[in-house]
C-alpha cells in the first residue's frame, strides 16, 4: 500500500497500541510497534469482558479502604507501601472515590463497542465473541437496584441456577455486552496489523530521544528509530516510560489474577458473568475452556501471588460454579490495570512535546476501550477532530502543575 501520511513509531504493543496501529495503518501511516514483552501481558491476561456499564470503579466507602489495606483477601487489596510510595494518587482517587465521570465512562465504552462491532465485521477476527454479560449478586434487591439504574434486565436467582451459577440473590443481565477471548483477540489483532504492513520489533525495551520541544527517535537498543509521530502506550509503565520527559500521566498498576480452566469438553456456565461481592469475572469460551480473574490489587509490579490469596480465589470460584468439580486449572497468570486517580482515560498529545501522544490510563476497561482509543489517537495524530464528547476530559494536561 503506498504511504502518503508520515510515521509513527508506537512504544506498547499492548491491545490499546495496536488499535492505535490498526486505525493508523487504515489511514495510510507506516507504523513501528515496539515491545519488551514478545507474547503479550495484560492484554492477554484479562477477563475480556466489553462492558461499558463496568467502565466506573465501584464506590469504596472509608471503612472499605481501611479493610483493603489491612485485611490480604477480599476483592480488593491495598498494600500500604503502595499508598507510600503514591501518596498524590491515593489523595486523588480518594477525592474520586465517587467518581464524576461514571456517566462519560459509559458513553465511551458504547462508543467503543459499536466500532468492535464494525472491526468484527470487516475484519473477520475470530475472538469468540459471546453476546449478552450478566452482573451477579448476593442479594436480589442490590441486582434489581443495579438492574434498574443500568437499564439492565433482572435475572432471578432460578434462571442464575439454570446458568450454572450458584449461591446468588439476582442479577443484572446486560443482554447487548460482550465477552471475548483476550488471547484470541490480542493475536488475532496483532497477525492483522502485521498483514496490514506494521512493523512490529518484539523483546525489546525502548525509551524516547528527546530535542527540544520534540522527541527525536526511539531508542531500542543501539538502534534509532526515527518518525514523524510518536506514540507512549506502555500500560502501566507509562510513568516510568515519561518519566526523563518530565510528565508524569498518574497511572499506577492494579493487577489481578488469572485462571484458566479445562471443563472436560463441557459448558460448564452459559453466560460470562461479574461475580459482584468478590469481584471475580467468570466466562466460557469454548466447550473446553472457562476463564476466571480477579479484582484490583494494588501491589506495584509484582508477579507474584501467595498460596492464600490464589486459594481465596478458587475457593470463591468454588463457591459459585455449580459444577466446579469437572473444572481443572491448566494456566494461571496476571495482569495489570494501568489506573488514573480520577477513573479516566489519558489520550492526547504530551503537554511539553509537539509529536509525542499518550494513550493509557484505561484501567479496567482497557480492552473495551482499545478502538475508541486507537481512533480518537489516530484522528489526533491525522491532525482532525476526534468526533467525541468531551475529549477534554482525557487530556494529558489535567496532570500538570
Ligand atoms: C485481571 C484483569 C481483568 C481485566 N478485565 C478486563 C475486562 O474484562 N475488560 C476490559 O476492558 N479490560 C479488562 N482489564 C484491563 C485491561 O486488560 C487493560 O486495561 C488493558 O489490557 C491495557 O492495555 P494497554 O495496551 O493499555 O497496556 P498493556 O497491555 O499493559 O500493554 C503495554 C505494553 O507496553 C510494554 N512496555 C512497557 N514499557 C515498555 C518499554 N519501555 N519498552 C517497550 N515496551 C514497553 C509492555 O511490555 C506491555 O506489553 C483487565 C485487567 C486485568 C489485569
Redesign the pocket.
Same mark, same amino acid.
Given at each position: 500500500m503506498k504511504r502518503e501520511k508520515g510515521s509513527v513509531a508506537i =512504544?506498547?504493543?499492548? =491491545? @490499546?497500541?495496536m488499535f492505535c496501529a490498526y486505525y493508523l495503518l487504515k489511514l495510510g501511516y507506516k507504523v513501528t510497534v =515496539?515491545?519488551? @514483552?514478545r507474547k503479550? +501481558?495484560?492484554?492477554r491476561?484479562?477477563?475480556? +469482558? %466489553?462492558?461499558p456499564s463496568l467502565a466506573p470503579a465501584p464506590e469504596m466507602s472509608y471503612t472499605d479502604i481501611i479493610k483493603a489495606s489491612t485485611v490480604g483477601l477480599g476483592p480488593v487489596y491495598i498494600s500500604p507501601r503502595q499508598i507510600a510510595k503514591n501518596v498524590p494518587w491515593f489523595v486523588d482517587a480518594l477525592k474520586n472515590r465517587k467518581s464524576k465521570e461514571d456517566h462519560f465512562l459509559i458513553y465511551l465504552g458504547q462508543r467503543s463497542l459499536e466500532l468492535y462491532s464494525q472491526f468484527f465485521e470487516k475484519e473477520g477476527v475470530d475472538a469468540d465473541v459471546i453476546k449478552g454479560v450478566a452482573t451477579l449478586f448476593k442479594e436480589r434487591d442490590d441486582a434489581k437496584a443495579f438492574a434498574d439504574l443500568h437499564d439492565a434486565r433482572f435475572i432471578s436467582k432460578e434462571k442464575i441456577h439454570k446458568l450454572g451459577y450458584r449461591n446468588f440473590g439476582g442479577g443484572a443481565m446486560f443482554d447487548r455486552e460482550l465477552s471475548i477471548n483476550p488471547m484470541k483477540l490480542f493475536d488475532g489483532v496483532k497477525t492483522l496489523i502485521k498483514s496490514m504492513g506494521a512493523q512490529m520489533l518484539l523483546g525489546?525495551?525502548?525509551?524516547f530521544n528527546i530535542r527540544g520541544a520534540e522527541i527525536s527517535s526511539v531508542q531500542v537498543g543501539k538502534t534509532r528509530i526515527n518518525a514523524d509521530n510518536y506514540l507512549a502506550?506502555?500500560?502501566?509503565?507509562l510513568n516510568? +516510560?515519561l518519566k526523563n520527559l518530565d510528565y508524569n500521566p498518574m497511572i499506577i498498576p492494579a493487577?489481578?489474577?488469572?485462571f484458566l480452566f479445562s471443563t472436560g469438553d463441557r459448558r460448564i456456565v452459559s453466560v460470562p458473568s461479574l461475580i459482584e461481592p468478590e469481584g471475580i469475572?467468570i466466562a466460557q469460551h469454548s466447550d473446553n475452556l472457562l476463564r476466571a480473574?480477579?479484582f484490583f490489587e494494588f501491589k506495584g509490579i509484582d508477579g507474584e501471588f501467595d498460596y492464600k490469596r490464589r486459594r481465596w480465589m478458587l475457593d470463591a470460584v468454588k463457591e459459585h460454579i455449580s459444577k466446579f468439580s469437572s473444572m481443572r486449572v491448566i494456566y494461571s497468570g496476571?495482569?495489570?490495570?494501568?489506573c488514573t486517580p480520577d477513573q479516566v482515560p489519558v489520550i492526547g498529545r504530551v503537554p511539553g512535546y509537539s509529536n509525542l501522544f499518550i494513550a493509557?490510563g484505561?484501567?479496567?476497561?482497557?480492552?473495551? %476501550?482499545?478502538p475508541l482509543t486507537g481512533k480518537i489517537i489516530s484522528s489526533l495524530i491525522e491532525g482532525k477532530k476526534p468526533s467525541i464528547k468531551h475529549l477534554e476530559k482525557m487530556s494529558p494536561k489535567r496532570f500538570v502543575g
Open positions: =512504544i506498547g504493543g499492548g =491491545i @490499546n497500541g =515496539i515491545d519488551r @514483552n503479550g +501481558l495484560t492484554s491476561n484479562n477477563a475480556g +469482558l %466489553l462492558q525489546h525495551g525502548a525509551r502506550a506502555s500500560g502501566s509503565w516510568e +516510560l493487577r489481578g489474577m488469572v469475572a480473574t480477579s496476571y495482569g495489570f490495570r494501568p493509557g484505561q484501567c479496567r476497561s482497557g480492552v473495551t %476501550l482499545a
